[in-house]
């Protein structure tokens, strides 16, 4: 058994993770205590890093339409069909879309690849949907793509601003290290702003629950507020930035009084006030935006608006202060550096940067290749799709994302993968939404076997290790692009033999031609001609890293010094616009989406370990109750989402947190585990103009309940073959992976269960294990049933009036005990048409995920008198590890509290 440091695959946090290794065989994980992003901390996704890794369902042999076939055969068939391609309707025919979840080797290795040998600018990222609009303004306002801040300095400010971020649930351990900031500094103030109330108002001291879409107007508002009141920072405005009257003449544009600036965001005008209050009077400001602001077709400007407040008052480049576009995935700054956006070259250099393309081909030694470099941008992901589906763009290599899920519009963009006629895609699960679309698909390497660089939210760089073999014929990323440059011919380009190679490249370019004067800030060049050894034992750093600063930078723009060309940062003139996707008759509800807490994206790794399923099992529609009284709903029925380019079925989910007219779904479902839950269907492909971005959090749907006659539950052992077929047939459908079983929750019918269809019948067609207990009840229309053979249980079936759902952890206990061999005791067998446990002690939808803690377990001690978090805890271990829980909570002893007296649950979270 040996240990060794790594770094969590997940968010842009970039926690360092000891691994615990034992014989090929990660077998436990914990924070890295020396790890300056996490210090020890892992969020309850990093805690359960080891659940998700293991062989079955990984993509082990490559596969040419259909055929497993050998590398060899691969890797030419490869290089052959892209050479046809080029050969037959230009270089501008092939492209790339790659992902943030990609090392920046791997990353590397592609962008030159693609536009530097084979000479197409269509290289873009899943980076596009997630930073290109921070990326712009950084661009726009400080003259290069750059994160002025660092953790530490959420750690010394007095006021934090999270503006669109759910950061308690999408960046736990940042969240837990405000937190634990705010306790030792009790005047440390947070304001959230959010349409909805999320978990990360746990810690907020205000609450503004904004009007989807209404930032800009809200941050403009601030700066005219803050002229008003005389709280511009003059001689900083005069020395370190321009455009300043230009802004605020924008910015009076609107009505600038505090009603108007109320009324357009739809908040409370004293909220309102105390907001801009605590942010003009304080320096140390740290304002922390993400996906509420970026995802959205005004984008750019939202974030410029951000940094306009900012600037305006010089709170930057100091302890404490900045405007921090936090990262999502976990090397959407690498991608960054290496140029992996269409509208850029490489390392910080755009086709328009004066000598960049002439500099770059120089470095790769592109002078003499028929064409050289392309000479202008290519096209930006939805774009990039457009194209194809214009038969411009003829082959595609996808790179670790999943466009059928992640892009709006999704249904078209599974309609264009389908008639372009080369779509090759690199992955390393089996059974993804994408697969079937490829023609060439490459098994790549998965976390703890890739081994290269990341960088994180801090512009931190560490290293992700490569500690296990891949499985199968699995390869990585980087050798995978590397063996198809060489067959293509560029062997002495791309004759790497160690991430290491690779890596020191991408250090000397980014130090290629970039002496002082010059507007390249991005420059690792301190970490050029690191040998193996070395580079395996990099430490984390923050670039820049340069001879004059080898031991890495922590903050940017100190002296108020910026990288434009007269060194001022610019202020932006914004004018707020509305949403693209309208509201109508016909849709008049606004869609937004995002993440919950324990599941990753589109679930190919979180959705392994049983215990991050049971938080929310199901894709579910989050509304206000009102509403639902309105449209005649209740909590867990199910219903239909109809968006601009498909449907969404998912369960109700009542919430007090969500405004009235809006509804809230998880990104995070494909058809892998669920009918209709794309929601990426729902969306238009609107997007903002300057970065591209899609708007991905403000669609405009319509709501309906979905009429069936019967919910059913059915777990089946893992070992036991049914067909799953018995899904086609229902309404609705999503499977559950459990750690010996597998969870679906079906649901159909125009009748009640038992006069819709012959069960019996149903579950011989389907299951190899005819019922040894039948329990029926035509006058309710409820059926139990369950399969035992020798006392294991095989299966068990629940049917019933829609929306009657059991808590079903204990059953999962019983066929945990079915897959070790153990036997049912007479009693429990009984019991299991009961439909619960002895003393019918079913826990309840979990809460801690950590320790498996249930809702009816915590609401029931609640009532006993542990009315704190603390006493939970003590009694029973909920929110004592990673804390992630510990809104969730709070918020169920407030309602238990406000059960007791008979009071409604606040609406808000203000202090
Ligand atoms: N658990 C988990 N964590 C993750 C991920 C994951 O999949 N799961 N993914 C990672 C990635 S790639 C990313 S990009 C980050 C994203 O991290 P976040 O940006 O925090 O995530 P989201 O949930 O997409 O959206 C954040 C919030 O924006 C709000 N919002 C919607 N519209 C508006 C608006 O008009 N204005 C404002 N102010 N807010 C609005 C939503 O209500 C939501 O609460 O998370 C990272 N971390
Ligand atoms: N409506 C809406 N849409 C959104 C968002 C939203 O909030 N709302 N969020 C957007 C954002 S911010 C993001 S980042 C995207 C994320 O969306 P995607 O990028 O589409 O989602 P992932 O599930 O992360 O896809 C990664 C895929 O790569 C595979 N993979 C993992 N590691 C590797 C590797 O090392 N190599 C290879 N070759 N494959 C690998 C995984 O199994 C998985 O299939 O979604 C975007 N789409
Ligand atoms: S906070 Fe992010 S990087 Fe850290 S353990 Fe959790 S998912 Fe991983
Ligand atoms: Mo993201």
Not at 495 to 504: M, Q
Not at 818 to 846: N, Y
Request: hydrophobic share 40%.
């Amino acid at each position: 058994m040996h240990q060794a440091r790594t770094t969590c695959p997940y968010c842009g946090v970039g926690c360092g993770v000891q691994a615990e290794i034992d014989d090929d065989r990660i077998i436990g994980v914990a924070g890295d205590t020396e790890h300056p992003a996490n210090f020890g901390r892992l969020c309850v996704k990093g805690a359960a890093l080891h659940e998700t890794l293991g062989d079955h369902g990984r993509l082990t042999r490559p596969r040419i339409d259909g055929v497993e076939v050998g590398w060899d055969t691969a890797l030419e068939t490869v290089a052959e069909r892209l050479h046809a391609t080029r050969r037959d309707h230009g270089n501008h025919a092939v492209a790339a879309y790659l992902s943030g979840q990609l090392l920046t080797e791997d990353y590397y290795v592609a962008n030159k690849l693609f536009k530097g040998f084979l000479g197409t600018p269509h290289l873009d990222t899943n980076s596009r949907l997630c930073m290109a609009s921070a990326v712009a303004a950084y661009k726009r306002a400080f003259g290069a793509d750059a994160v002025p801040c660092n953790y530490e300095d959420l750690e010394e400010a007095e006021l934090v601003v999270l503006v669109g971020s759910n950061l308690a649930w999408n960046h736990p351990v940042l969240y837990q290290r405000i937190k634990a900031a705010k306790q030792v500094n009790p005047l440390m103030r947070v304001v959230v702003i959010d349409p909805r109330v999320t978990d990360s108002c746990e810690i907020a001291d205000l609450y503004l629950g904004l009007a989807p879409g209404s930032d800009a107007r809200l941050f403009n508002g601030l700066l005219a507020w803050m002229d008003d009141r005389d709280k511009l920072d003059r001689v900083y405005l005069d020395r370190h930035t321009q455009g300043m009257e230009e802004a605020l003449a924008a910015a009076r544009e609107d009505d600038t009084s505090l009603e108007a600036i109320a009324a357009d965001c739809d908040v409370d005008v004293e909220r309102l006030e105390t907001f801009f209050h605590w942010f003009a009077s304080r320096l140390h400001v740290v304002t922390l935006y993400s996906q509420g602001i970026n995802q959205s077709s005004s984008g750019t400007d939202k974030c410029n608006a951000i940094i306009n407040c900012h600037l305006a008052e010089g709170k930057i480049g100091l302890p404490g202060a900045g405007p921090f576009s936090i990262t999502g995935q976990p090397n959407a700054m690498g991608g960054r550096e290496v140029g992996g956006l269409a509208n850029q070259l490489a390392a910080h250099m755009d086709y328009h940067t004066p000598g960049a393309i002439e500099r770059v081909s120089r470095f790769w030694a592109t002078e003499t290749l028929e064409p050289d470099l392309p000479d202008g941008p290519g096209h930006k992901a939805v774009e990039l799709f457009e194209a194809i589906e214009r038969g411009e763009v003829q082959a595609l290599w996808i790179m670790a994302t999943n466009p059928v899920v992640s892009l709006p519009d999704a249904n078209r963009v599974r309609e264009a993968l389908a008639r372009c006629p080369l779509v090759i895609v690199s992955e390393c699960m089996a059974d993804t939404d994408l697969l079937p679309y490829a023609d060439i698909v490459l098994p790549a390497s998965g976390w703890s076997e890739k081994d290269g660089t990341v960088t994180n939210s801090e512009r931190r760089i560490s290293r992700q290790r490569g500690l296990l073999p891949p499985p199968g014929e699995a390869r990585h990323d980087w050798w995978i692009i590397t063996q198809v440059a060489r067959e293509m011919g560029f062997g002495e380009a791309f004759a790497y033999e160690h991430p290491s190679e690779i890596f020191d490249e991408h250090a000397r370019l980014s130090g290629f031609d970039n002496q002082s004067g010059s507007f390249r800030l991005f420059d690792v060049s301190g970490l050029a001609g690191l040998d193996r050894a070395a580079y395996d034992a990099l430490e984390p750093i923050q670039w820049p890293v340069t001879a004059a600063a080898p031991r890495g930078t922590a903050r940017l723009f100190v002296d108020g010094c910026f990288a434009t060309p007269n060194g001022k940062a610019q202020l932006i003139a914004i004018r707020p616009r509305q949403p693209r996707q309208a509201l109508s008759d016909v849709r008049p509800l606004r869609l937004n989406t995002g993440r919950v807490r324990d599941q990753w994206h589109t679930m190919t790794r979180t959705a392994r370990s049983p215990r991050l399923m049971n938080h929310r099992g199901e894709p579910f529609i989050e509304l206000h109750p009102d509403d639902a009284r309105s449209y005649g709903m209740s909590d867990r029925q199910l219903a239909r989402l109809s968006g601009a380019g498909g449907d969404y079925i998912g369960r109700v989910r009542l919430s007090k947190g969500q405004r009235r007219g809006e509804v809230f779904v998880p990104m995070h479902w494909t058809g892998q585990f669920s009918g209709a839950a794309r929601m990426g269907s729902l969306l238009a492909a609107y997007r903002d103009p300057i970065s591209g971005q899609p708007e991905s959090k403000h669609g405009a749907v319509s709501l309906k309940p979905l009429e069936n006659g019967w919910d059913a539950t059915l777990i089946v052992a893992n070992d036991l073959k049914g067909d799953a077929k018995w899904c086609d047939n229902a309404r609705y459908w999503a499977r559950i992976p459990l750690a010996d079983s597998q969870r679906w929750q079906l649901a159909g019918g125009d009748a009640t269960a038992t006069n819709d269809r012959d069960w019996l019948a149903w579950l011989e067609v389907y299951l190899p294990v005819a019922p040894s207990l039948w329990c029926e009840d035509p006058a309710s229309g409820r059926l139990r049933a369950a399969g035992v053979v020798d006392g294991r249980l095989r299966w068990w079936l629940m049917v019933g009036p829609p929306g009657e759902l059991p808590g079903l952890a204990w059953l999962d206990e019983r066929f945990r005990e079915a897959a070790r061999g153990e036997r049912l005791d007479e009693a429990r067998h009984r019991r299991l048409l009961a439909g619960c446990d002895d003393g019918g002690a079913d826990s309840g939808p979990v809460v801690c995920s950590c320790h498996q803690v249930g809702q009816r377990c915590i609401r029931e001690a609640i009532r006993g008198g542990d009315g704190s978090v603390e006493a939970l805890g003590a009694r029973l271990a909920c929110g004592t590890r990673c804390g992630s829980c510990i809104p969730e909570l709070k918020s169920l002893i407030e309602e238990e509290r406000a059960h007791a007296s008979a009071e409604p649950k606040p609406e808000v979270t203000v202090a």
